[in-house]
């Protein structure tokens, strides 16, 4: 059974761009949720989407999107870059147990 | 979602339990208490979880105290491979059509497994 897949792993950006990276979450699940990781931050949540819809939000700029297609793949998109989006981001999908991360994008802006 | 307290780094030697504490003194009768590690560059992985009864699998014991107030995570053997930032998060219950995900992570402890 694969496991959660993100691309790209790695991306550099200019300040100013959009960023959009993908999540496809392991066959079955049909919740995925987004992380950003930071050293000064650590990890925090994002949102999270269950069938298609954004059922939960963290406190992130409305810079910070996503969503969810039919066969439950996820994107998350980031508008207008500054150097503090700098991190990795983690996807997981999940079960009512527990959550699978993928191995994140780092991405960093320049 | 309960704030919970982990010491921020730990010793183990090699082959020897790590006994991992946690401290969740607002935990709700409703949440339940989950571990995850993150090692170096990956992402988290889920390790256990427990509601009141203490737990294990084939990765770790959980114990939690009557009170619920806290909790241990143990690594009855640890290897180097165990290195890695050990989360406790305590969260509700995702329901039937819920989920698992919405985690608030902490900053973890940092174990260091040494020869």
């Known amino acids: 059974k694969a496991g959660v897949t993100q691309t790209p792993r790695y991306l550099i950006k200019t300040r100013g761009q959009q960023v959009t990276l993908s999540c496809s979450p392991i066959s079955g699940h049909r919740s995925v949720s987004w992380y950003q990781q930071t050293p000064g931050q650590g990890l925090q949540f994002l949102f999270e989407?269950?069938?298609?819809?954004?059922?939960n939000k963290g406190n992130f700029p409305g810079r910070f999107s996503g969503r969810q297609f039919s066969n439950s793949r996820s994107e998350m998109n980031v508008s207008t870059l500054e150097l503090g989006d700098s991190a990795l981001y983690l996807c997981?999908?999940?079960?009512?147990?527990?959550?699978?991360f993928g191995q994140g994008t780092r991405l960093t802006v320049v | 979602d309960a704030k919970t307290t982990q010491p921020p780094s730990m010793d183990c030697a090699e082959g020897r339990a790590a006994n991992l504490p946690c401290n969740h003194s607002t935990i709700s009768g409703n949440e339940y208490v989950y571990w995850y590690r993150q090692i170096h560059s990956q992402g988290p992985q889920y390790i256990i979880h427990g509601l009141k009864n203490n737990e294990t699998n084939e990765m770790a014991s959980l114990i939690i105290t009557e009170d619920r107030k806290s909790s241990t995570l143990i690594l009855p053997h640890a290897t180097l491979r165990d290195t890695a930032v050990y989360y406790c998060i305590s969260k509700p219950w995702g329901g039937n059509t819920g989920t698992a995900s919405k985690l608030t992570f902490g900053t973890g402890t940092r174990l260091q497994v040494t020869l």
């Open positions: 997981a999908s999940s079960t009512n147990t527990e959550a699978f």
């Open positions: 989407y269950f069938s298609e819809t954004q059922r």
